[in-house]
């Protein structure tokens, strides 16, 4: 079964074309807003990382420094007192309860043995003292930051020590604080103020990856795989990571100088584009209403555009009807192109009425009735072919011809053929074509006809020459066949067939009647007496 076959007109092209520019445009502008979006979201939580982690870490910068400065106070002092016990059990004393900086005071003499510790608790004075901590202050008698070790009361601890020296230069020992790193101490109270939600967290980890701080305590005193790459590790930056279970996150980080540790804040990647549907949906509702209002400018000036091309695509299938000239220029072509073709339609419409005229009486004629010959039909069906303009064939005969000139001569029968062809030539519309096709055989083209009309117009012309006058034979009538042809459905030869077939049933029924190609002579009759 064939399929008919899809016709577009321009408005309809216009519209797709403007509806898949805007839909491919809107779907442009969404997706680079989504990217830019995501981006600018990115960024912004990098940088707040970031920034939180550089200020974090100078806060604990300030913190060590400050604890430092009371420890070297406390150097200085128990440097000049001498081996004074009250005087050292007093400043650790003093270092643990003024300030909320250690969670215990130690003084520890030049071969290790406790002298002064608070809180006494701890029950370590007299205790002589060989941990790796101890050990790394006694030998290398500056100031340092352990990396995390367990005291000797077992708790999980980061010591800070300042060398004491007596006033001649002998080295004494050390004082020093314990941090906490799993109890309640200073860093947790300076790093326990980060907002956790989202999923965000905070690691404070040593040169070692070793966590030091955590909001989940279980992960304290672990070695961790390294956060961020050393190559791209700087004082403070930050950089998309992923942790072990492979989630991406946003890390912002900083370098802590004195104890050499670096503080990594962290947000999931995902949980910071949530925010990111959402200002789509915006986008969506702010441009969906706009394109809209762009979609119907576009119908609009999509219907300016081609309406004066359709009025004249529409008057191009019917430039033989009577007045097409006048309604072909009352067309308003209101910009080049239209204006363009419609000039070229007039004058090719003035060509086409004057090519005509001139193929009936330039192109080679029949010489007794000077209707066209079978050459000068030949001419003007190549047009019609080339112009593709569809046209109905009427095939004419004159009906007992034989008995004319067998009873009253030739000369009679060629007066005969002269009358008839006179006659058909009257009754023939300016862009109709008549052409003698042979002996008493004529073929009318009728440009532009579809079935009705060209059943009217035989019919009319067979009654006109029924009712012709024609000394000294009195009558005669016509039989006529009637075909219809349209470039699209059959080619040319096929529709001078149908006008034969058509003309012999007219002469098989009785002769002196018209029959249309696929109808009997009452349908003829009948399409006459309704539109005749």
């Known amino acids: 079964m064939r399929l008919p076959r899809l016709k577009l007109d321009l408005r309809t092209l216009i519209m797709l074309l403007a509806f898949a520019s805007i839909a491919i445009t809107l779907a442009n502008s969404l997706y680079a807003t989504r990217q830019v979006q995501r981006e600018v979201l990115i960024e912004n939580t990098l940088e707040s990382n970031r920034v939180y982690a550089t200020k974090l870490a100078s806060t604990t910068e300030m913190f060590f420094q400050l604890a430092e400065s009371q420890l070297a106070f406390s150097a200085k002092t128990l440097g000049q007192g001498g081996n004074d016990d009250a005087l050292m059990q007093r400043e650790v004393m003093r270092l643990r309860e003024q300030t909320n900086s250690f969670n215990s005071a130690v003084i520890v ?3 290790g043995w406790v002298k002064a510790i608070s809180p006494d608790s701890l029950m370590l004075k ?12 006694l030998k290398e008698r500056k100031p340092l930051v352990s990396q995390p070790s367990l005291s000797v009361a077992n708790n999980l601890m980061v010591f800070v020590s300042y060398p004491i020296w007596s006033p001649n230069g002998v ?24 907002f956790y939600r989202d999923g965000s967290s905070l690691y404070v980890v040593d040169s070692g990856n070793r966590v030091l701080y955590h909001q989940n305590g279980t992960l304290i005193g672990q070695k961790i795989a390294p956060l961020i790459s050393d190559e791209m590790k700087q004082d403070n930056g930050s950089q998309q990571v992923s942790k072990q279970n492979g989630e991406p996150m946003l890390a912002g980080y900083a370098m802590v100088a004195t104890p050499g540790w670096m503080i990594v804040a962290m947000k999931p990647t995902p949980t910071t584009l949530t925010p990111l549907t959402s200002m789509m949906l915006q986008v969506v509702q702010r441009a969906v209403p706009l394109a809209l209002l762009t979609l119907a400018l576009a119908w609009l000036f999509a219907w300016l555009i081609a309406r004066p091309l359709g009025q004249l695509a529409d008057n191009a299938s019917q430039m033989d009807a009577p007045g097409a000239s006048t309604e072909i220029g009352a067309i308003r072509s209101w910009y080049y192109e239209a204006a363009q073709i419609k000039r070229a339609m007039l004058t090719g419409l003035g060509l086409l009425q004057d090519k005509i005229g001139r193929l009936k009486f330039e192109v080679q004629t029949d010489p007794m009735t000077s209707l066209l010959n079978r050459r000068g039909l030949h001419a003007v069906l190549e047009y019609f072919y080339a112009t593709r303009q ?9 009906d007992h011809f034989k008995r004319v000139n067998d009873g009253w001569g030739h000369d009679v029968g060629d007066s005969v053929i002269k009358s008839v062809a006179q006659e058909l030539s009257k009754s023939s519309r300016q862009t109709d074509v008549v ?11 009728l440009p532009g006809a579809d079935r009705e009309m060209a059943a009217v117009i035989a019919e009319r012309v067979r009654k006109k020459i029924e009712q012709l006058a024609l000394a ?3 009558c005669v009538t016509l039989s006529i066949g009637v075909a219809l042809w349209n470039a699209d459905e059959m080619p ?24 249309v190609s696929g109808q009997w002579q009452e349908t003829a009759q009948e399409i006459y007496r309704q539109y005749g």
Request: proline share 3%; hydrophobic share 40%; net charge neutral.
């Open 109 to 111: 003499d030049a071969n």
């Open 126 to 137: 007299g205790v002589h003292l060989t941990t790796p901590v101890t050990r790394q202050a």
């Open 171 to 194: 080295y004494l020992g050390f004082v020093g604080g314990t941090i906490y790193l799993k109890k309640k101490s200073i860093l947790n109270e300076l790093l326990g103020e980060q």
């Open 390 to 398: 569809p046209f109905a064939v009427l095939a004419l005969d004159i």
């Open 435 to 445: 052409c003698r096709n042979g002996g008493e055989e004529f073929l009318m083209i």
């Open 472 to 474: 000294p034979v009195g």
């Open 492 to 515: 040319l030869e096929q529709v001078f067939k149908q006008a034969d077939d058509a003309l012999y049933s007219a002469k098989h029924a009785g002769r002196n009647r018209v029959v």
